[in-house]
T-cell receptor, first 111, second 114 residues
Framework: SQQGEEDPQALSIQEGENATMNCSYK?????LQWYRQNSGRGLVHLIL?????REKHSGRLRVTLDTSKKSSSLLITASRAADTASYFC???????????FGTGTKLQVIP | ETGVTQSPTHLIKTRGQQVTLRCSSQ?????VSWYQQALGQGPQFIFQ???????GRGNFPPRFSGLQFPNYSSELNVNALELDDSALYLC?????????????FGDGTRLSIL
């Protein structure tokens, strides 16, 4: 089962605007991770938020986690054309590294 | 600090053949995971190696196998290739196998099956 379903599937915004992506998951998790993937490249780790955390910041990124609703959101503020990429959330619910990814949100930032 | 490197970057095979993909983990990392990513999909977990032992496997048949070496580099072997095996294969390393650390990905091997 998918341990990460991103919403929306695609998002197009103007440079300078904020972008919000949501993620829902099915079972309890130890942590949730957000990754970015540029076309044809590997994934780049953005933020890891643990199940006992509610919010985390990193530069222009803000991640929230609501374990009661089994959901997370990623906010990118003051977006740039370079933020154009696919964004994935991944829940880790195993004792070993079984991190399950969703299908991603494809973000396009128009200059 | 050397990142995760994968080889080759692209590969074309025919049905029924066998393939070996290689991954060098980031220095200091003892855990390697392999993922299959079909076009337009998220990565699907194949298996994980921790200190040369397989310690987790996703829903992939036994013809997908792997190895991890004492320097923590790893190989993914796929036998009896099928058309559906066409995908981007990603390797990721991390500092431990618990899932509590971020994973560092290579840029993948694009495998095409004809």
């Amino acid at each position: 089962s998918q341990q990460g379903e991103e919403d929306p599937q695609a998002l197009s915004i103007q440079e300078g605007e904020n972008a919000t992506m949501n993620c829902s998951y099915k079972t309890s998790i130890n942590n949730l991770q957000w990754y970015r993937q540029n076309s044809g490249r590997g994934l780049v780790h953005l933020i890891l938020i643990r199940s006992n955390e509610r919010e985390k910041h990193s530069g222009r990124l803000r991640v929230t986690l609501d374990t009661s609703k089994k959901s997370s959101s990623l906010l990118i503020t003051a977006s740039r054309a370079a933020d154009t990429a696919s964004y994935f959330c991944a829940g880790n619910s195993g004792g070993y590294q079984k991190v399950t990814f969703g299908t991603g949100t494809k973000l396009q930032v128009i200059p | 600090e050397t990142g995760v490197t994968q080889s080759p970057t692209h590969l074309i095979k025919t049905r029924g053949q066998q393939v070996t993909l290689r991954c060098s983990s980031q220095s200091g990392h003892n855990t390697v995971s392999w993922y299959q990513q079909a076009l337009g999909q998220g990565p699907q977990f194949i298996f994980q190696y921790y200190r040369e032992e397989e310690n987790g496997r996703g829903n992939f048949p036994p013809r997908f196998s792997g190895l991890q070496f004492p320097n923590y580099s790893s190989e993914l072997n796929v036998n009896a290739l099928e058309l559906d095996d066409s995908a981007l294969y990603l390797c990721a390393s991390s500092a431990d196998g618990t899932g509590s650390q971020p994973q560092h990905f290579g840029d993948g091997t694009r495998l095409s099956i004809l």
